[in-house]
């Protein structure tokens, strides 16, 4: 089974420019999750779909950020403009249903602000 | 506010010993807690899970406890071999999809 793929792995970006990252989730996993994880921290969610709609964005900062699942399988996270605080690892997860596991993460997405 | 807490940033343990790693958290409707592995340059890695209505769940070398009434759970690794060096994380659940991680424990296996 292919894990979950995001790309790029690494992208470095000056302040107020864009940035985008793609997710590709495990096959048949209805829940598509994007996290950040910051150094020395715990990844936080920024933004939940269950299929192609958006159940928990509450933490996702929707002046400069934007997301979107298409036909409820690829995904992708959009800043902009980016901050020199969005310097992070982005992860993105997926899951097929709750107590059937947890998310299950794919590489992540470091992504440096200058 | 952290409702998933890892009072401990980082352990060190020698191999073939046990090694423990904790986990408190505050929300009394979570009912479903995990543990992720993992290294650097990499994401987490799902490592094992353990329901409310359990309060031990074993596979392999590691072992999870849960202790509703403290709202505890911990990790154990026995014998601790140097590959399992690591950052390791906890996460719990509640009603839906909802998975919320602690700050994360490093451990350190020494030859």
């Known amino acids: 089974e292919a894990g979950v793929v995001q790309s790029p792995r690494y992208k470095i970006i000056e302040k107020k420019q864009p940035v985008a990252f793609w997710c590709n989730p495990i096959?048949?996993?209805?829940?598509l999750y994007w996290y950040r994880q910051n150094l020395g921290q715990g990844p936080e969610l920024l933004i939940r779909y269950e299929n192609e709609e958006a159940v928990d964005d509450s933490q996702l900062p929707k002046d400069r950020f934007s997301a979107e699942r298409l036909k409820g399988v690829d995904s992708t996270l959009k800043i902009q403009p980016a901050e020199l605080g969005d310097s992070a690892v982005y992860l993105c997860a997926s899951s097929p249903s709750r107590l059937a596991g947890g998310p299950l993460f794919g590489p992540g997405t470091r992504l440096t602000v200058l | 506010d952290q409702q998933v807490k890892q009072n401990s940033p980082s352990l060190s343990v020698q191999e073939g010993r046990i090694s423990i790693l904790n986990c408190d958290y505050t929300n009394s409707m979570f009912d479903y807690f995990l543990w992720y592995k993992k290294y650097p340059a990499e994401g987490p890695t799902f490592l094992i899970s353990i329901s409310s209505i359990k309060d031990k769940n074993e596979d392999g070398r590691f072992t999870v406890f849960l202790n509703k009434s403290a709202k505890h759970l911990s990790l154990h690794i026995v014998p601790s071999q140097p590959g399992d060096s690591a950052v390791y994380f906890c996460?719990?659940?509640?009603?839906?999809?909802?998975?919320?991680f602690g700050t994360g424990t490093s451990l350190t296996v020494i030859p």
């Open positions: 996460a719990a659940s509640g009603i839906g999809n909802q998975f919320y």
């Open positions: 096959s048949g996993h209805n829940t």
